[in-house]
């Protein structure tokens, strides 16, 4: 009975992981893909140049490969040290996100919320505190915001293909011009023009007319925004990830149990 049941949870745990494996191997091809055919994309920060989405997807991916093989190796082999390091892997990714999960609503929440007036009856330990944090969100605010603006000088240099796609691509899909204004683009071109990626009718040239026919919306409140209020669905997709992540810690521990068992039965 103990056997039977071990096998069944040996067919899971390997099912899980192969396609575990499979989601690592789709994901480092789409990163492979993106640095040999899109440079360093969407690398907007010029301090962080490694911070690309191509490299992130590799390392990610590579990452997920390994856990899954792994995980595979450990259900195959019936493997007590393997299928233990499979779980202390996922556990910590699992804790990693949850984490970040946090800091991210966490910080979403103090943007969204005004500091609370004396006359609300709030203490003032309360306001110190959030005011406190307001002014860590702002210094993050306009650290991202610099460090965005250097990288507008390397927009169209070469070597820089995929920074000025990801520029090109934010500013058209989302309607904006600039980190800030439009006139961010002033001081790169050193002239009054944008790139052609904010023009409100996109056409050869059209960055050198008028301000009038260019987008005045700053990129980077608009894509703040855009975040804020997409969180319903970054929150369920947390959640899916979250509920796998758990299905596998589930498996893992389930079917360690069942070969610590299995070897206490045969001795």
Known sequence: MARGCLQGVKFLMFAFNLLFWLGGCGI???GIWLAATQGNFATLSSSFPSLSAANLLIVTGTFVMAIGFVGCIGAIKENKCLLLTFFVLLLLVFLLEATVTVLFFAYTDKVQSPLPSPASGVGSDLTARRGATALWVTRI????????KKGLHLYGTPGNVGLTNAWSIIQTDFRCCGVSNYTDWFEVYNATRVPDSCCLEFSESCGLHAPGTWWK???YETVKMWLQENLLAVGIFGLCTALVQILGLTFAMTMYCQVVKADTYCA
Do not use: H, I, K, T
């Not at 605010?141 to 965005?148: E, I, V, W």
């Open 28 to 30: 480092l091809g789409v």
């Open 217 to 219: 919306a700053p990129c």
């Open 141 to 148: 605010d306009r650290y991202a915001q610099r460090d965005l």
